[in-house]
């Protein structure tokens, strides 16, 4: 660095032949003015560098210390990390892998996110999330893509086996979506056809839509007999399907199959039917255990474009149509995300055995799902 007595912003205000001159003698009048000036010798043990570290990331630190002392993170698990954000993922995806996560059928991938990740997902949702932030770390299931089944050969088999027995394997499915992530099922098709040409009402009858549909489509009456309840619900969700009727003989008020009853068709099925109930009483039980719990369902709703899994009664081309329109207007610009929900980690040392005893039971539900799907898919 080369040293001046003059200092860069001084300026000349007095006459052409007036000089500035320095009120003290300046060091560099012992040497040369283009001198350089001498680094002193700094002692070896001094620093010569630093992070500095945003309160998110301190924050961050702490919930991974705290995950590692009372959740079942393992530091035996982490190898040489980075920071404390690689030393969690090192942990985490470890863990999962003890507990083990089935993907023959399903897709989803277990992501970690920070909280500014998860803005950047959630900040053009019309939800307000942003203020929910609370963790500085959060679990997502993404979905990048999906893959849509057809379990009509099933369908066909199971109503020589029992009346309940599709229903039961519907209602299940549905029941695991809300706790985990995404399944399209005809449920979820029958909802966005009803919210869309039946004010949301999927009982509707052909008269209490006729007017509704009459003023989006005018005269059209083409169109509108192909829109009626009638002709819609048995190509996506027959009524003997959805809403069954009381099987004669049978106590049971329940419009789905008892864990008992499923374990006595299995005993009285073999090969594939078996296999069905045997994962539905599975699933049956594990969904009774799990109560009100959240397990992968809690947290800041991501809308997901995709999901684990689509699974119809029949492929037909209102099917078709419905996913055609959706993902059209998703990759129009609408804010949906990869993502089913954002779950934070929790910052309570209280909570986090608790969560992890919850994240546990929605992957061992899953494992069952891709299980009980691999089975319908072989008939």
């Known amino acids: 660095m080369l040293f001046s007595a003059e200092r860069f912003d001084s300026i000349d205000i007095a006459a052409p032949d007036a000089s500035w001159k320095p009120t003290r003698v300046a060091i560099a009048r ?54 404390a954000r690689d030393a969690f993922c090192q942990g985490f995806s470890a863990w999962l892998e003890r507990i083990g996560t089935e993907q023959e059928i399903l897709r989803y991938n277990p992501i970690l996110l ?37 379990i009509a050969p099933f369908v066909e088999a199971a109503s020589r086996v029992h009346p309940l027995l599709v229903s039961t394997v519907l209602s299940v499915l549905d029941r695991v979506s809300g706790l985990s992530g995404l399944i399209r099922t005809p449920g979820w098709f029958l909802c966005e ?110 809308q997901p474009v995709y999901s684990m ?17 959706h993902f059209n207007y998703a990759h129009q610009g609408s804010d949906e995300t990869c993502f089913n929900t954002f779950i934070p980690f929790s910052t309570q040392c209280d909570e986090i055995a608790t969560q992890y005893r919850d994240f546990e039971m929605g992957f061992r539900l899953l494992n069952h799902v891709d299980r009980l799907l691999a089975a319908l898919l072989k008939f």
């Open 30 to 83: 012992r040497r040369p003015a283009t001198d350089f000036l001498t680094v002193p010798a700094l002692p070896n043990e001094l620093p010569v560098s630093a992070i500095y570290r945003w309160r998110t990331e301190m924050e961050l630190a702490e919930l991974v210390k705290v995950h590692f002392t009372y959740g079942p993170l393992r530091a035996a698990d982490v190898d040489d990390p980075s920071d």
């Open 114 to 150: 920070d909280r500014n990740a998860v803005h950047d997902l959630i900040q053009y949702l019309c939800n307000d999330d942003e203020s929910k932030l609370t963790s500085p770390f959060y679990l997502g299931l993404e979905m990048a893509d999906e893959v849509v089944y057809s």
């Open 193 to 302: 056809f009803a919210r869309h040409n039946w004010e949301y009402n999927e009982s509707a009858t052909d008269n209490d839509v006729v007017e509704w549909l009459e003023d989006m489509h005018g005269e059209d009456q083409e169109t509108i007999a192909r829109l009626l309840p009638s002709v819609v619900r048995p190509e996506i969700y027959p009524e003997a399907i959805r809403c069954p009727s009381k099987v004669s003989g049978r106590r049971a008020k329940s419009r789905e199959l008892l864990e008992r009853e499923l374990l006595e068709l299995r005993d009285a099925n073999g090969g594939e039917m078996a296999s069905v109930c045997t994962e539905l009483a599975t699933l049956t039980r594990l969904l009774r255990r799990a109560g009100k719990r959240d397990l992968l369902g809690a947290g800041i709703d991501g």
């Open 309 to 325: 899994v689509t699974v119809a009664l029949d492929v037909n081309s209102r099917i078709e149509e419905l996913l055609h329109d």
